[in-house]
């Protein structure tokens, strides 16, 4: 659900229909903080490995998820422009958790740090995304 048009107050993580099928959980949420956690069991590629697309997904989601919540109190929505990852490690099983940080929270960009990690938190892959931030026209 898209914040309410003239609205500052914090919007509400709303999944999506990838989300929900990555089994994506939403653990914590703020304008400092996105923390979700995400099976690797239905999301691993055919060698039985986390897919990197899976990461990918997820990690642009929270980073995402994270640059709306800021833009809200802004009365904005925020749209990514730019996602780029390095994978340091693979899983074959458990739960991951992404959590995305803010690098920049600007009127017009925010760019956030996501960083996913296992069960043991160790990084399995880092995350930068950038997102603009326009007025709501809705």
Known sequence: MTPEPGSTEPWKITLGELDEKMGVKIVEESVQRVVATMPVEGNR????LLHGGASLAVGE?????????????????????????????????????????????????????VVITN????????????????????
């Open 45 to 48: 590629q055919s060698f039985g």
């Open 119 to 138: 069960d043991a938190g160790q990084r399995l892959c880092t995350l930068r995304i950038t997102n603009l931030l326009l007025d709501r026209t809705d």
């Open 61 to 113: 989601a929270v980073g995402s998820w994270a640059a709306v919540i800021h833009a809200s109190t802004l009365g904005k929505t925020a749209v990514g422009v730019d996602v780029s990852a390095t994978h340091h490690k693979s899983a074959r099983a458990g739960t991951i958790t992404i959590t995305a940080t803010p690098i920049h929270l600007g009127g017009t960009v925010t760019t956030h740090e």
